[in-house]
C-alpha cells in the first residue's frame, strides 16, 4: 500500500483543485455534443412563440389628447393686481390624480354602465383565433343585469337558443355591456335564454323583455350567435368596474409643463375601450368646467350678501352729510379739502377691497399661508399711510373736518357699491359662459394596428428563451452526469488504464440484433446467427484497442500466479461480456489457445455472444449434473472454447465457493494459455470477489460517461476488501465528443479521435 502522507495526498489536492476550475473548453465541447438537442429545443420554443403570437387575442389602443390652459385667476372675485398675484397653475400631475380619480371614472362607469361584463365562450386556445377571423361576431347587449349580492363578481354562464346569425342592434353606445359594436341594424326575436350559475338555471325567458326571478334580473336588448350560442356573464361591484378601468387607463404629460396631456386604454374590445375612454375625457372636462362655475357661483353669493349692507351704509352717510350741511349751512369744500378727500377715498376704496380679498382668502386658507400674510402686509402699509393723511385733516378747521369725514363716508360706500354692482355683473356673464380650462384637442380614437402581442418580439424571446432552456439542461445534466470522460480521470486516482476501446457503429447494430435475438429466444422462435465483432470486422477500431490490451496484458500477467483473467465491472450495463468475448477472440486470433468462462451465473449471456447452447454449464458442473467433458464447448472462432454458466442456480455465490470450482480453474489453467473469467459487477453482488481470489490477474471494465471516479475507487475498496487486487480497468464504449477534444485535448489514440454514433 502507497503511503497516506505522501503521494496519494497531493494527487486527491490536485484532482479538487482540477474540479473546482471552469473548463471553458469542456463547456464548449458539451454544447457541441447536445448540438441537435439545443436545436430541437430552441425550435420547439420558437413554434411556441409562433403559435401564442398567432392565437393571443389582439391588444387594441384607444388614445385622446386634451390640453390644461393656465388659470388666469384662482379667485374671480378678486380682479386687478392682486388678481395675477395670487394666481396659480394647475399642474399636470394633479390633473392626471383628477382624470384617474373615482369621481370620474365613476361617473363613466354609471353611464355606461361597466359593472356588466360578457364574454363568448369559445373553445379553449384556438377558439378566440377562429371567431376573430369569422364574417359574423357574436355579440350581446343587456341592458340591465342584477343579481343577489352572494352572485356579485362571480362568472354566470348565459345560454341563448332561436338567436339570429343576423347583424347587431344600432345603439351600441347606449347604457348595457356589449362584446362588440356595429353600426348595423337587426334583431334576434323569437329568441330564449337560460342563465346559469353554479350548475343551476336561475333565470329564463325571452331576448327583448325584462325577466325577474327572485334576486336575478336579467333584460337582453339584442344578440347574434354565429359561433356560439354561450356567453359568461359577471356583475361586478361599481368599485371593481372602477379599480378595473382605473388599471386600464394610462395619463401622462407630452412634455415638461406643456399642460398637453395624453391618455390610453389599451383593452382586447377595441370599441369599448374608445367608449370607454372618450367617455372619461368628456367627463374630465365636464367637472372642470362645473368646478370654474362653482368658482363663480361662490363668489357672486358673496358678493351678494354685501350689497344690502353697503347700501344701507350709503344711505345713511348721504342723510348724515345732509343734515350736517343744512344744519352748519356749509356747502362747498376748499381746494385743499377736495384733494385731501380724493387721498381718504382712495384709501379707504384699497382698504376695502383688500378687506373684500381677505375675507375670499379667509375662506381657503389659514393666517399663516404666505399669500394671506403678503396680503395682510399690503393692508397694514395702507392703513398707516392713512394715519398720517389723517392726522393732516386734524389741522383743517372743524367745520371742514366734519364736511369732509361725511363727504369721505358717501363717496367711499358709493364707489364700493359701484364696483360690486360691476363685479356682480361680471360674475353673471362669467358663470353663464363657463368652458373651463381643459379643452380636449384629439377625441379617443382606436389605433389601427395592435399593439399587443408584438409578435416578432414574442418569437424572438420564445426562441431565446428555448435556446437559455436548453443550454441550462445541458449543463445541469452534465453536472449530474459525472461519469468518466477519459483516461486521466482514474490515472489522476492511481488507477491504471490498459485500454480505451472506442464504441463502433457496427457494434451498436450486433448489439441491437442481439436484442432481438434475445427476444426471439424467450418466444421460443429459431435463433439468429449473431457473428462476433472480432470476426465479422476484425480491422473495427474496437477490436484494434482490444489488441493493444492483448499485448499489454501479455506483459502483465508474466509476474502473475497463473494464467486466469477475471473481468468484472462496477456496475450492470458496463461492457464486460463484450470484452471478454472480443478479448478471447483476439488471443485466439494470436494462436494462443483459449477459454472463456461465464462465472455470472445469474444473467450471464456470453453463450449469445460466442453462439453455443446454454446445456451442461458451469452451475450444472458444480452442482455434479456433468463432468469437465461435457462442460467445455467449442466455438466457431478458432482455438477459442468456452464454458456456459448453464441454468441459473438459487445459490450462485456459494457454488462459485465450492472446492470443485478451484479444481476446475487449476485444471483448466494447464490446459489453456488463457483462461478468461466473465462476472456480474461487484458492487451488485460478490461472485467477482470469488473468482478474483482463484485469478493470477484481475481486470475492471467501466463505460464512458456512465460510472463515475467515485463509483470505480468503490468497486476497487470492494474488490480490496476481499483480498483481490485490481490489475488496471478498461475504458469501454469511449466517444470521442466536443467535449471530451476540448475539454481534455485529446490526440492520437485509441479511443480518443474516433466517435460512434
Known amino acids: 500500500m502507497t503511503d497516506v502522507n505522501n503521494k496519494p495526498q497531493p494527487q486527491a489536492q490536485t484532482a479538487n483543485s482540477n474540479e473546482d476550475e471552469i473548463d471553458l473548453g469542456r463547456l464548449f465541447g458539451l454544447l457541441l455534443d447536445a448540438k441537435w438537442t439545443i436545436i430541437g429545443i430552441t425550435l420547439v420554443a420558437m413554434l411556441c412563440g409562433v403559435a401564442y403570437a398567432l392565437l393571443a387575442t389582439p391588444v387594441y389602443k384607444a388614445d385622446a389628447l386634451l390640453q390644461v390652459e393656465k388659470k388666469s385667476s384662482g379667485m374671480p372675485a378678486l380682479g386687478g393686481d392682486m388678481a395675477e398675484m395670487f394666481a396659480q397653475e394647475s399642474e399636470a400631475e394633479t390633473e392626471i390624480q383628477i382624470m384617474k380619480s373615482r369621481m370620474v371614472i365613476g361617473a363613466v362607469v354609471d353611464q355606461l354602465d361597466l359593472t356588466i361584463i360578457a364574454q363568448p365562450d369559445y373553445a379553449p386556445i384556438i377558439g378566440n383565433f377562429l371567431a376573430r377571423r369569422a364574417e359574423q361576431k357574436d355579440q350581446i347587449k343587456i341592458a340591465e343585469l342584477r343579481v343577489p349580492a352572494y352572485a356579485t363578481g362571480k362568472a354566470l354562464t348565459l345560454v341563448v337558443d332561436g338567436a339570429d346569425s343576423g347583424v347587431f342592434g344600432t345603439d351600441s353606445r347606449a347604457k ?98 374608445q367608449q370607454v375612454l372618450d367617455g372619461i375625457a368628456k367627463e374630465y372636462m365636464l367637472q372642470n ?75 381657503l386658507y389659514t393666517q399663516q399661508h404666505p399669500q394671506y400674510q403678503a396680503l395682510l402686509e399690503q393692508k397694514q402699509r395702507l392703513q398707516n399711510e392713512q394715519a398720517e393723511l389723517m392726522a393732516e385733516i386734524e389741522e383743517l378747521p372743524e367745520t371742514q373736518q366734519e364736511v369732509l369725514r361725511l363727504t369721505r363716508d358717501v363717496e367711499v360706500n358709493q364707489e364700493i357699491y359701484l364696483q360690486l354692482l360691476n363685479r356682480m355683473q361680471e360674475l353673471n356673464v362669467m358663470k ?35 435556446g437559455m432552456l436548453a443550454v441550462g439542461l445541458v449543463f445541469v445534466r452534465a453536472a449530474f452526469n459525472r461519469g468518466i470522460e477519459s483516461p486521466e480521470q482514474l490515472e489522476d486516482v492511481g488507477i491504471p488504464v490498459y485500454a480505451s476501446v472506442p464504441r463502433s457503429e457496427t457494434q451498436e447494430k450486433l448489439e441491437a440484433k442481439l436484442e432481438k435475438h434475445l427476444k426471439r429466444r424467450k418466444k421460443g422462435k429459431d435463433e439468429e446467427h449473431l457473428p462476433l465483432l472480432a470476426q465479422s470486422e476484425p480491422t473495427d477500431l474496437s477490436i484494434e484497442a482490444l489488441r493493444g490490451l492483448r499485448t499489454s496484458l501479455h506483459f502483465a500477467m508474466l509476474e502473475a500466479k497463473n494464467n486466469i ?48 447452447d446454454n446445456d451442461n454449464g458451469l452451475s450444472q458442473y458444480l452442482s455434479n449434473q456433468c463432468d469437465e467433458a461435457s462442460l467445455i464447448k467449442q466455438t466457431h472462432v478458432a482455438n477459442l472454447d468456452t464454458i456456459n454458466r448453464g441454468m441459473a442456480p438459487p445459490n450462485p455465490s456459494e457454488l462459485l465457493m465450492h472446492p470443485r470450482f478451484e479444481e476446475l480453474l487449476n485444471s483448466l489453467s494447464k490446459q489453456y494459455d488463457y483462461v478468461l473469467c466473465d462476472t456480474p459487477p461487484i458492487l451488485a453482488v460478490t461472485d467477482a470477489a470469488i473468482v478474483g481470489r482463484y485469478a493470477g490477474t484481475n481486470m475492471l471494465v467501466t463505460r464512458y460517461g456512465r460510472n463515475p471516479v467515485r463509483e470505480v475507487e468503490a468497486t476497487i475498496k470492494r474488490f480490496a476488501q476481499n483480498g483481490v487486487e485490481i490489475k488496471g480497468a478498461v475504458l469501454n464504449s469511449v466517444e470521442r465528443k466536443p467535449s471530451s477534444y476540448y475539454g481534455y485535448g485529446y490526440g492520437y489514440g485509441y479511443g480518443y479521435e474516433y466517435k460512434s454514433k
Do not use: C
Request: charged residues 20%; aromatic residues 6%.
Open 289 to 363: 368646467i362645473r368646478r370654474n362655475a362653482a368658482e363663480a357661483q361662490n363668489s357672486l353669493e358673496f358678493i351678494e350678501k354685501q350689497l344690502p349692507n353697503l347700501k344701507s351704509e350709503l344711505t345713511a352717510a348721504e342723510e348724515k352729510l345732509n343734515q350736517y350741511r343744512l344744519k352748519s349751512q356749509s356747502v362747498d369744500l376748499s381746494m385743499e379739502t377736495e384733494g385731501l378727500l380724493k387721498q381718504v377715498v382712495e384709501y379707504e376704496k384699497r382698504l376695502n377691497e383688500l378687506s373684500f380679498k381677505e375675507a375670499e382668502l379667509a375662506r
Open 565 to 612: 483473467l477475471m473481468i468484472s465491472g462496477p456496475s450492470p450495463a458496463v461492457g464486460k461480456s463484450f470484452i471478454t468475448a472480443n478479448l478471447a477472440a483476439v488471443l485466439a486470433q494470436s494462436g494462443k489457445k483459449v477459454l472463456a468462462i461465464d462465472t455470472d451465473l445469474r444473467r450471464g449471456y456470453l453463450h449469445n455472444l460466442l453462439h453455443v
Open 432 to 466: 353663464a359662459g363657463t368652458v373651463g380650462n381643459v379643452r380636449i384637442l384629439d377625441d379617443a380614437v382606436i389605433q389601427p394596428q395592435p399593439v399587443a402581442p408584438k409578435k416578432p418580439l414574442i418569437v424572438v424571446l420564445a426562441t431565446m428563451l428555448g
Open 176 to 273: 348595457g355591456a356589449s362584446y362588440d359594436a356595429s353600426d348595423d341594424v337587426g334583431r334576434a326575436f323569437g329568441a330564449t335564454f337560460e342563465l346559469i350559475y353554479d350548475d343551476k338555471v336561475v333565470l329564463s325567458g325571452n331576448v327583448g323583455s325584462t325577466e325577474q326571478s327572485g334576486g336575478w334580473l336579467l333584460n337582453i336588448t339584442d344578440v347574434t350567435t354565429p359561433n356560439t350560442n354561450s356567453f359568461t356573464l359577471v356583475k361586478t361591484s361599481r368599485l371593481s368596474a372602477i379599480n378595473h378601468w382605473t388599471s386600464q387607463l394610462s395619463v401622462s404629460e407630452q412634455g415638461k409643463q406643456s399642460g398637453i396631456l395624453s391618455a390610453s386604454i389599451q383593452h382586447t374590445n377595441a370599441p369599448l375601450a
